[in-house]
């Protein structure tokens, strides 16, 4: 037996160490661990995985908890004096075989003398059709093709949770009302070109490129080698939307902002970083974006550049989202009230190049933007003249809806996963 096998015993040994004085004294016990073969246990996947299910484990309220680490990976470690043990192992069961990483997870319940309570069913290999028992104890399977496998459910896994954050965000921006000259479910704002129905095409359209950025942060190395590529794959998403929305440009400056936070999630998974970090990584991959402005263009974040020196979404983005940190504290829920009151602290702190634009100068875009210091969101009735009042003057705030998009991503993240 190898020195690092040796130490995995021991490791689990004592972890029955300590559980057993709860035991004894009548409680019982959950643990949860990532499944990882071998001898190397404490890898970036382990972390990502133990994310995602603290947070469903701690909303079963346990009388005490901790994180216990080792030559065995990672432990969560929940204790219980309530509730029925049986009950809690099927539920754990149902957990391991329905939910993201279910197959990657071991979650064990020990009540009384009689220790762990079994499963009625044994758990399949990953990589064939037989007991994983067997193929572990018979080694059945090279390392490597496992840790492949591995890899792959877990991408696939972490893609799916992401698009499903990315998609709930766009929504709960998208169904607001009213929204100061910005597309709702029951007005066009001041857009003419554009609906309701016309911003759902184009997130559908968009939604499956993030999860190639996302895949494509999951195998960088570097934080520079993130922006090229994800850049690349935003023009596939840009032109995809608008053959979904026939020419009208929906969701561009959403489509850059996104890629960023779904390359830099993957990035910030990977190294075993806290969530918080996408946003210098965000700085990194983007600190070159100011050559954007040495050659001319035609567009509105151009002219804005040459006129006023504002760098919009390019300089938010440089600066590793400073805007949509200053959001996040605040979108303490996802209830209308709430997102109204964020999107006017966005609207309110953002150079917008959509603003400045529709607003003919930077002057007037400061001036629209004093409209919105002293409105009282619980005032429906304000807040219908003020969106009246944008729409009558032909404004709308998409760089503020983008950034609030963006940070209702982070916040839906940061409860799906406790990095």
Request: proline share 4%; with cysteine; glycine share 6%.
């Given at each position: 037996?190898?020195e690092q096998?040796?130490d995995i015993?021991n490791?689990?040994e004592?972890?029955q160490?300590?559980?057993?004085?709860?035991l004894d004294?009548?409680?019982?016990?959950?643990?949860?661990?990532a499944?990882?073969p071998?001898?190397?246990?404490n890898?970036?996947?382990?972390?990502?995985?133990?994310?995602y299910?603290?947070?469903l484990?701690?909303a079963?309220?346990?009388?005490?908890?901790?994180?216990?680490?080792?030559s065995?990976g990672?432990?969560l470690v929940y204790?219980?004096?309530d509730?029925?043990?049986?009950?809690?192992?099927?539920?754990?069961?149902?957990?391991?075989e329905?939910k993201?990483y279910?197959?990657l997870?071991?979650?064990?319940?020990?009540?009384g003398?009689?220790?762990?309570?079994?499963?009625k069913?044994?758990?399949?290999?990953l990589?064939c059709d037989n007991?994983?028992f067997?193929?572990?104890?018979?080694?059945?399977h090279?390392?490597?093709?496992?840790l492949a496998?591995?890899?792959?459910i877990?991408?696939?896994?972490?893609?799916k949770?992401l698009?499903?954050?990315?998609?709930?965000a766009?929504m709960?921006?998208?169904?607001?009302?009213p929204?100061?000259?910005?597309v709702?479910?029951?007005s066009?704002?001041?857009h003419?070109?554009?609906?309701?129905?016309?911003?759902?095409?184009?997130?559908?359209a968009?939604l499956?490129?993030?999860?190639?950025m996302?895949?494509?942060?999951?195998?960088?190395?570097?934080?520079e080698q993130?922006?090229q590529k994800?850049?690349?794959i935003?023009?596939e998403?840009?032109?995809?939307?608008?053959?979904a929305?026939k020419g009208i440009?929906?969701y561009?400056?959403?489509?850059?902002?996104?890629g960023?936070?779904?390359?830099a999630?993957?990035?910030?998974i990977?190294?075993?970083a806290?969530?918080?970090?996408m946003?210098?990584?965000?700085?990194?991959?983007t600190?070159?974006?100011?050559k954007?402005f040495?050659e001319?263009?035609?567009?509105?974040?151009?002219?804005?550049?040459?006129k006023?020196?504002?760098?919009?979404?390019r300089g938010?983005?440089?600066?590793?989202?400073p805007?949509?940190?200053q959001?996040i504290?605040?979108?303490?829920?996802f209830n209308?009230?709430?997102?109204?009151?964020v999107?006017?602290e966005a609207?309110?702190?953002?150079?917008?190049?959509v603003?400045i634009?529709?607003?003919?100068?930077?002057?007037?875009?400061?001036?629209?933007?004093?409209?919105?210091?002293n409105?009282?969101?619980?005032?429906s009735?304000?807040?219908?003249?003020?969106?009246?009042r944008?729409?009558?003057?032909?404004?709308?705030f998409g760089?503020?809806a983008?950034?609030l998009v963006?940070a209702i991503?982070?916040c839906?993240?940061?409860k799906?996963?406790?990095f």
């Amino acid at each position: 037996m190898s020195e690092q096998s040796h130490d995995i015993l021991n490791d689990r040994e004592y972890r029955q160490t300590m559980i057993k004085p709860y035991l004894d004294q009548g409680l019982w016990v959950i643990t949860c661990k990532a499944n990882i073969p071998g001898i190397h246990k404490n890898l970036f996947y382990t972390h990502l995985i133990l994310s995602y299910y603290q947070p469903l484990l701690d909303a079963l309220k346990p009388i005490d908890k901790w994180r216990h680490e080792g030559s065995d990976g990672e432990t969560l470690v929940y204790v219980f004096k309530d509730g029925n043990p049986q009950q809690m192992k099927n539920q754990m069961v149902s957990w391991e075989e329905t939910k993201p990483y279910g197959r990657l997870v071991d979650i064990d319940v020990y009540s009384g003398l009689s220790g762990s309570i079994r499963r009625k069913s044994l758990r399949r290999c990953l990589l064939c059709d037989n007991d994983a028992f067997s193929c572990g104890r018979n080694q059945t399977h090279p390392l490597k093709e496992l840790l492949a496998k591995i890899d792959q459910i877990a991408l696939e896994d972490t893609q799916k949770l992401l698009l499903a954050c990315l998609d709930a965000a766009i929504m709960d921006e998208l169904n607001l009302d009213p929204k100061f000259g910005l597309v709702t479910p029951i007005s066009n704002g001041s857009h003419f070109d554009m609906n309701y129905h016309t911003m759902l095409s184009a997130k559908d359209a968009i939604l499956p490129y993030f999860g190639q950025m996302f895949a494509h942060g999951w195998q960088a190395h570097h934080e520079e080698q993130l922006f090229q590529k994800a850049r690349s794959i935003g023009l596939e998403a840009e032109t995809a939307m608008f053959q979904a929305t026939k020419g009208i440009n929906a969701y561009k400056g959403l489509i850059f902002n996104l890629g960023l936070m779904s390359s830099a999630f993957a990035y910030v998974i990977t190294h075993q970083a806290p969530l918080k970090t996408m946003f210098p990584t965000i700085a990194t991959m983007t600190k070159n974006l100011i050559k954007d402005f040495e050659e001319p263009k035609t567009t509105a974040g151009y002219e804005a550049y040459l006129k006023y020196r504002t760098m919009g979404a390019r300089g938010e983005a440089m600066n590793g989202f400073p805007t949509v940190q200053q959001l996040i504290p605040m979108l303490n829920d996802f209830n209308d009230l709430t997102l109204l009151k964020v999107l006017i602290e966005a609207i309110k702190m953002t150079e917008d190049t959509v603003l400045i634009r529709r607003a003919g100068s930077y002057d007037m875009a400061k001036k629209i933007q004093s409209w919105f210091f002293n409105i009282d969101v619980s005032d429906s009735e304000a807040l219908m003249q003020l969106t009246k009042r944008c729409i009558e003057a032909n404004i709308s705030f998409g760089g503020a809806a983008d950034l609030l998009v963006c940070a209702i991503l982070y916040c839906r993240l940061a409860k799906t996963f406790a990095f």
